[in-house]
């Protein structure tokens, strides 16, 4: 099963990209993780991104692309794979479409969670993300066992810089105008499917669980 999560920035696409991880037992392919490891790392690649990601914009699709078609063509992703963060433009959704199709596949379900934008700077004030392990919580929606550290690893939790409200503010814009159209795009490639993403994070998986099936 190959899926892709859409979704502004907060909506809930990484939570529910691990539990479908978990689920069906498929890789999770963050392209967020990715290039912010690349950058904990210091490689020249996470100094590129990390311009682009410290004022809210998009990493261009250049140095996203390939990165994506080579993980998908690694041996664990043979049984499928869920994309969360990526694609984010049309060039890029292009560019997989085009990939995939030259291995005589294509993508299952573009999966949407919907949550409007007065919800979602709240969301993200109080997202906070393990330095170590990279695990997301919520201080009021899924809060760790002790205060301030991760439930995963024992590592220390940090607000990301990219989730403070000015930057937030950016990244929605950016949302709108450049991730958006997307909807439209799998709507015509006949994979889209809506889910209300404002319920309760385990109820919102229901409902993802009744698109893919058991
Ligand atoms: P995205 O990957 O789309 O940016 P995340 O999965 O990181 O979003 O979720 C953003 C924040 O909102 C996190 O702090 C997460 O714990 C919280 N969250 C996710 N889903 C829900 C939900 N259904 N209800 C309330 N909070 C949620
Ligand atoms: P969120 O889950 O909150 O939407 P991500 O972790 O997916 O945020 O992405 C963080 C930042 O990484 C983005 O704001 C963008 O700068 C960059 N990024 C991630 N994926 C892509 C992509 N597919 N194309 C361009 N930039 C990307
Ligand atoms: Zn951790």
Request: net charge negative.
């Amino acid at each position: 099963m190959k899926i892709i999560m859409l979704g502004a920035p907060g909506a809930g696409k990484g939570t529910q990209a691990k539990k479908i991880a978990a689920k069906y037992e498929i890789p999770h392919i963050s392209t967020g993780d990715i290039f912010r490891a690349n950058i904990k790392n210091g490689t020249e690649l996470g100094k590129k991104a990390k311009t682009y990601m410290d004022q809210g914009l998009l990493v261009p699709d250049e140095l996203v692309v390939d990165l994506v078609v080579d993980r998908v063509n690694q041996e664990d992703c043979s049984n499928g794979y869920v994309l969360d963060g990526f694609p984010r433009t049309i060039p890029q959704a292009e560019s997989l479409k085009k990939a995939l199709a030259s291995m005589g596949q294509e993508m299952d379900y573009a999966i949407n969670v919907e949550v409007p934008d007065e919800n979602i700077i709240h969301r993200m004030s109080g997202r906070r993300a393990c330095v170590d392990c990279g695990s997301t919580y919520h201080l009021e929606y899924a809060p760790t066992k002790e205060e301030d550290i991760c439930d995963n690893c024992g590592g220390s939790l940090i607000l990301r810089d990219d989730d403070k409200p000015e930057t937030v503010k950016k990244r929605l814009d950016v949302y709108h105008e450049q991730t958006q159209p997307l909807i439209d795009y799998y709507a015509n490639e006949g994979i889209l499917r809506d889910v209300d993403g404002t319920i309760d994070i385990n109820d919102v998986f229901a409902e993802i669980v009744k698109v893919l099936g058991e």
